[in-house]
């Protein structure tokens, strides 16, 4: 039997049944359970132990959830981390628009006096974490629905004061399989985290937009910073005072390269999966959900390409904005067309006929199990207009403006302020000025108020009216977009600055009423309050029946399975993958090799293009073949693919070797493999890996930052 006839078998038998070993992302504590066995038949030298371990070092020690959503990894035992160029992008922007364009430009500290300091940057290092299924369920058994999620409730509460030992821990409890199972994870927060270095974007983000999600690709995404602690190398607030973090457990660094077939694992935190979601689900995010957010997005890309390519200091201002609006339009886009090419529908519907007749077999299984599957076409097809109402409202109100986040900062407090003492409303007084100083840095008025009118067009236009108040559609039928510019956007306070910081600093129920009576603010407040009168508790109440019908339908997948291996989706909780480096055929007739090089990037050089101009430096590196011990046989390697599942989070995770060595650092996934979060195929799922010679390379030779390479432990 081929490998892909093995492939379709598999969806027909079960789609979410992990029928090949790089499918999957799996808890750390079960890997001698589930994996470890078949990792070493592929090739890993180490033990379970050597990668999650409690009683002594191990990989876990060395990986970080960085900010809120990426991986970074330990490389020195002075708190050196390194991870990808854009999870470090909005610090290295918040710097650059203090005067210093080190998008541009780069940045590279000299000495550790000149790591710059990132306000609100944290890295957790997870301590432990444990399987509390039967703490959090204790005293549930034979309770009604309501009283149970109470119950639950009030367990998770006490478990997670437990572990945090009166603040010395951040813990969380977090449920899998849609809470058949609660694991406990305890972090040690650090909040003193300096930049050290980042090259400049036409290496950090080499080819842009363009080649995002794109294979081959020959991005240097890749920034290193500095975890600093007190004295006593605990967790400590910043202050000049502060030294370098000491951590026994950091990853030595292979440069003896890859081949296809080696073994690779990443290690780190996967965002979000949904690998379980009925067939229903997955028709609406096919036809209805991802091209409703593609089109909101292109409209709102279209304006911010066109202002950026105008103005230096708009691209500046709107960097970090217009990669996190093109990151998830472009995926989704990938995403439809890999669900379509898999008949995932299709698969989903025999995956569940399998599960009815499992179901059917057992008069039990039926009294438990019998209506999920209908269920699931009621509550879905109840569930299409609210879900459409909310991704616009998402999309635009939350996401879409600038001046409606403005807005947001003073919504919360106005119809409670006249209760607030004195000290707490001098509080918010406080909080809000530096707020504002701080996203006004990041701000256009050109810029901002075309996607406001581009975007209002569109939610008047495509949402059902029930869904909208009378005022707005009013205002949208008598206005075009340049008098609701000019007669709207432009009169309000919101958009000035210094009006609005002077307000502030003397905010009071008089200046509090001028601010509702603001044109933007009615606007905002109009259509916030019907959304939330006529949507949202409609939209939460279905999405909490599908959950729950979600929770059976797991607990009936796993009953099913019994004593087989089943991955729980991703939740931003720390997860290994492993697979093997290799190449992938994207359509008929195309066959990708597994590694680009540095060749590549002068073929693509272009001067007038921002994306694609290759630094004159490296440029000079690639004429002279200069490349140190990081280049092999005259080239230097830049990039490779493996099949490890991966999901947004992963950025920066490290990729290791069979040794444990590090050999990469995952940034992305291919395009045509984006429909992983929702079903997998192992034909052409793969992640995109910086190769950490050219990372090293960059470092040392491009940016004169060697010295740094001195704290690494480095096996060639």
Known sequence: MTRKNIFLFGLVLFSFLSAFAKEGMWIPTLLNKYNIEEMKQMGFKLTAEDIY????????????????????????????????????????????????????????????????????????????????????????????????????SRNTKRIVAAAAEKGKYDASVQPLFYGNQYFLYVYQVFQDVRLVGAPPSSIGKFGGNTDNWMW?????????????????????????????????????????????EDFTMVFGYPGRTQQYLPSQAIRQIMEQGDPDKIKIRDLKLKILSGEMEKDAKVRIQYSAKYQTTSNSWKKWQGEVKGLKRLNAVSAKQKSENEFSQWVSAEADRQKQYGQVLSEFEKLYTQFAPYTKAYDYYAEIMLRGTDIFTIISFFDAIDARWPSLSPANQDKIRKTITPKLEEYFKEYNQPTDEKIFAALLRVYAADINSRFLPEDFRSLMSKLSPEELIAKVYRKSIFSNQDKLSAMTTELNPKKLKTISQDPVFKLYRSLKRHYEANVEPYYNSIQKQIDENLKIYLSGIMKMHEGKALWADANKTLRVAYGKVEGYEPMDGVTYDYYTTLKGIMQKDNPAIYDYNVPQALRNLYQNKDYGRYGKNGTMNVCFTASNHTTGGNSGSPVIDAEGNLIGLNFDRCWEGTMSDLMFDPDRCRNIVLDIRYALFITDKLAGAGYLLDEMVIEE
């Not at 990426?70 to 991870?83: V, Y």
């Not at 940045?107 to 940057?121: C, V």
């Not at 007190?230 to 030294?243: E, F, H, I, L, M």
């Open 216 to 260: 081959p690709r020959h991005t240097g995404d890749f920034s290193i910073f500095r975890i600093y602690a007190g004295k006593d190398n605990q967790p400590a607030k910043y202050s000049p005072d502060n030294v370098p973090f000491k951590q026994k457990k950091f990853f030595k660094i292979s440069i003896k390269g890859v081949q296809p």
């Open 53 to 152: 371990s409690v009683n002594h070092e191990s990989m876990k020690d060395a990986v970080v959830l960085f900010g809120t959503g990426c991986t970074g990894d330990l490389i020195s035992n002075e708190g050196l981390l390194i991870t990808n160029h854009h999870c470090g992008y909005d610090a290295i922007q918040n710097h650059s628009l203090d005067g210093h364009d080190y998008l541009t430009n780069g940045f590279w500290a000299k000495s550790r006096q000149e790591e710059l300091p990132n306000s609100g940057l944290t890295v957790r290092f997870l301590d432990r974490m444990e399987d509390v299924t039967e703490k959090i369920m204790a005293g549930t058994e034979n309770k009604p629905k309501d009283s149970i999620s109470v119950i639950v």
